[in-house]
């Protein structure tokens, strides 16, 4: 791994384990080959299952006919069409059920029980974390004098992995996990002490929205990890643009959400230390990518709405766009508003958005 | 080749230059149907993640460090507005030495920016006064050592060095694109090619908006072409230049033309796919490739760089041509 450029913005020694490069664009694939390997010859042969709206499917799909074992993946009806598509051309059983990821998982258990098929917890089962676990040991070896290791969280089992073997290895190393605040289940479950089901909001970390987490990942992490905490989805936008920015890395919300827990302050311990970011996921879809471009360029103030009244007469709005163009100001759209106008009725509303630095639109202003 | 050679050592112990990663571009369904069901495996080596995220510190961290250190501590000095100038300023930088700039006067704001983030000192200049320190290789008002950007022959053996690291990764490649701006940075590559495996194609890319290569080597001689500014300006001038264009004549198996549609839609294929930012010139050899112009078997596409302007890539993902 070599120092990030961004270890300037966050004051701390940056490193990230670019997990998004795996084929299948995440980590997923350590845990699902590890845990195909593993299955008996009966199992082998009659197959696998297992409910996924994303990673955990591209996966096992994957490995699954690298490995010649036939793989059955249960979707909700709105997973990304991108995995679904990808799922099939890896000759996975792709089959669309539920309305969210609960339900989807309730008929694969059902369905493996009727087919005899084995069922696979993409975050939970022992040897998923066992496969997870594999880049705590790379991470030891890439940078062996890390200070703290910054893992995201969704059912945890990524976090329990790396958590057993950073500290089996370096106990002194620190380890955080970061969960997205629109669903904070192993906030949650820390607190009591056993998974507990979490309200879940639609967040750009979607690969992060799993209601309640594993039972073994909980077990295995609570004895190693130093701290969770959550991130706002503004961060987790911010952070996604700096990572194409900086590092040219193409990054899914639930992969940016270590970095935005860095770039938003809320890590201040780990200023001046040697920290290893885990970007465990690149499969992010495009439209939301653009969005989320926007909603960080928007947050930098590189990217300016403002509304401006201007006269409704020929060359009225051209005065106003050559001001911005003189100042070198891009707009990005330009809405033009007459019915909802309150004043004379000779003016007419201007919204624009444009891109330019926060100088500029100082001086505009 | 012994000079690349020799580049290779240097750059191997300097902290300024990684070795890049060499990928497989996967999941390509698109690959077999336009290249029409031959058997064609496209590689990227990832010039992007370089620090300034282009192959040019390879070349400017071999020039540098190449000079008298008591020469090296007069500072250094190039003519350039874009990758090669942010590429030297940092490596200027984190050696610890002066770098200062000659930049035409209506390079865009975000550019000087990013130069004088690495603590560039710029000097702009009416573009022919900087066309001619690019011609003549330097201006007398330049305080430091000049560093040509594309022809200066350490900087060509730095390039080259990645065409070492590609042998050394894909030793049965059948082919390998580079974006064709300079020049530099193909006939570095292709001067290994053709000295150790002389059976390996290269070729140059360039875009159809800006292809000067191509209609030299057409015309058999020299010639200027139209010259229409686009997105992808990191590669397309109105000519080559002559120092180089005898050395690319004679490494090079051809110049592979591609539209801007065709590279604005690989800039978004490389996201989508191989999950990597790449700016135009970036992506120009990843758009022939997929187009089938370089052929079939293991070609392997240098992805110089990814500083593309946020609001280009918004536009790119749209699926519009910025």
Same mark, same amino acid.
């Given at each position: 791994m070599q120092r990030s450029q961004l270890s300037g913005i966050t004051g701390m020694e940056l490193y990230f384990k670019k997990e998004f490069m795996q084929y299948t664009g995440s980590f997923k694939e350590r845990g699902a080959r590890n845990t195909l390997k593993q299955l008996s010859k009966t199992q082998t042969e009659t197959g696998v299952i297992a409910a996924s709206a994303g990673n955990h499917a591209l996966a096992l799909a994957y490995h699954g006919k690298q490995l010649g074992v036939s793989v059955t993946v249960v979707m909700p009806k709105l997973a990304p069409i991108m995995k679904v598509t990808a799922c099939r051309d890896y000759e996975a059983n792709v089959i669309l059920f539920g309305e969210h990821i609960g339900e989807s998982k309730d008929y694969a258990t059902k369905l493996g029980e009727e087919k005899g098929l084995t069922y696979i917890n993409g975050y939970d089962d022992p040897a998923v974390l066992a496969g997870q676990g594999t880049i705590g040991l790379e991470v030891i070896d890439q940078v062996p004098d890390v200070d703290a290791v910054v893992v995201p969280v969704g059912g945890g089992g990524l976090l329990a992995g790396i958590a057993l073997a950073v500290k089996t290895l370096k106990p002194d190393v620190t380890v955080i996990g970061v969960e997205s605040e629109n669903c904070p289940g192993f906030s949650a479950a820390w607190k009591v002490g056993h998974p507990v089901k979490v309200p879940s909001m639609p967040t750009l970390a979607d690969g992060l929205a799993v209601p309640m987490v594993g039972g073994n990942a909980l077990a295995t992490a609570r004895k190693h990890v130093d701290k969770v905490l959550t991130v706002s989805e503004n961060y987790i936008a911010i952070a996604i643009l700096r990572l194409v920015e900086h590092e040219k890395a193409v990054v899914e919300g639930a992969g940016a959400a270590g970095l935005a827990a860095c770039v938003a302050g809320l890590l201040p311990e780990l200023k001046g230390k040697k920290v290893v970011i885990i970007l465990c996921g690149g499969n992010i879809d495009t439209t939301v990518l653009g969005r989320c471009l926007e909603r960080g360029l928007a947050a930098d103030g590189r990217l300016c709405r403002f509304v401006v009244r201007v006269k409704d007469t020929p060359g009225g709005c051209a005065e106003l766009t050559r001001i911005l163009a003189d100042m070198g100001a891009c707009i990005k759209d330009i809405f033009h508003e007459r019915a909802w106008v309150y004043s004379d009725i000779f003016s007419v509303e201007v919204s624009l958005i444009g891109c330019k630095l926060q100088t500029y639109i100082e001086k505009l202003l | 080749l012994e000079d690349i050679r020799k580049a290779k050592e240097t750059l191997r112990c300097c902290p300024y230059v990684v070795r890049t990663p060499?990928?497989?571009?996967?999941?390509?369904?698109?690959?077999?149907?336009?290249?029409? %069901?031959?058997?064609?495996?496209?590689y990227l080596k990832l010039e992007n993640l370089q620090p300034t995220s282009s192959f040019k510190v390879r070349g400017a961290s071999n020039a540098m460090l190449s000079l008298d250190p008591e020469r090296l501590k007069q500072g250094v000095c190039t003519a350039s507005a874009g990758n090669f100038a942010q590429g030297l300023a940092w490596t200027a930088k984190e050696i610890g030495v002066s770098c200062n700039i000659l930049i035409p006067d209506h390079t865009p704001q975000n550019k000087r920016l990013a130069m004088e983030r690495y603590n560039g000192v710029l000097h702009p200049v009416p573009f022919d006064t900087w066309w001619n320190a690019i011609t003549q290789h330097g201006d007398e008002n330049l305080h430091g050592h000049f560093?040509?950007?594309?022809?200066?022959?350490?900087?060509?053996?730095?390039?080259? =060095?990645?065409?070492?690291?590609?042998?050394? %990764?894909?030793?049965?490649?059948?082919?390998?694109?580079?974006?064709?701006?300079?020049?530099?940075?193909?006939?570095?590559?292709? =001067?290994?090619?053709?000295?150790?495996?002389?059976?390996?194609?290269?070729?140059?890319?360039?875009?159809?908006?800006?292809?000067?290569?191509?209609?030299?080597? *057409?015309?058999?001689?020299?010639?200027?072409?139209?010259?229409?500014?686009?997105?992808? %300006?990191?590669?397309?001038? *109105?000519?080559?230049?002559?120092?180089?264009? %005898?050395?690319?004549?004679?490494?090079?198996?051809?110049?592979?033309?591609?539209?801007?549609?065709?590279?604005?839609?690989?800039?978004?294929?490389l996201i989508e796919k191989a999950r990597v930012v790449a700016e135009g010139a970036g992506a120009a050899p990843v758009a022939a490739a997929l187009a089938g112009k370089a052929g079939l078997g293991k070609i392997v596409c240098v992805v110089s760089g990814g500083n593309i302007d946020s609001q280009k890539l918004m536009k790119v993902l749209e699926g519009q041509v910025p």
């Open positions: - | 060499l990928i497989k571009l996967q999941n390509l369904a698109e690959t077999a149907a336009a290249v029409g %069901d031959g058997d064609v495996e496209i560093i040509h950007p594309a022809s200066d022959p350490q900087v060509i053996a730095g390039n080259g =060095t990645i065409g070492l690291e590609i042998l050394e %990764d894909i030793p049965n490649v059948d082919a390998v694109i580079t974006p064709y701006g300079g020049g530099g940075l193909s006939c570095g590559v292709a =001067t290994v090619m053709k000295s150790l495996k002389p059976a390996v194609r290269c070729y140059a890319a360039e875009v159809e908006t800006a292809a000067p290569l191509s209609a030299s080597l *057409k015309a058999g001689c020299m010639t200027c072409c139209d010259y229409v500014p686009s997105f992808v %300006d990191g590669i397309g001038g *109105k000519s080559v230049l002559p120092e180089i264009f %005898d050395l690319a004549r004679n490494v090079l198996d051809g110049s592979l033309v591609v539209s801007l549609r065709q590279t604005a839609d690989a800039v978004k294929l």
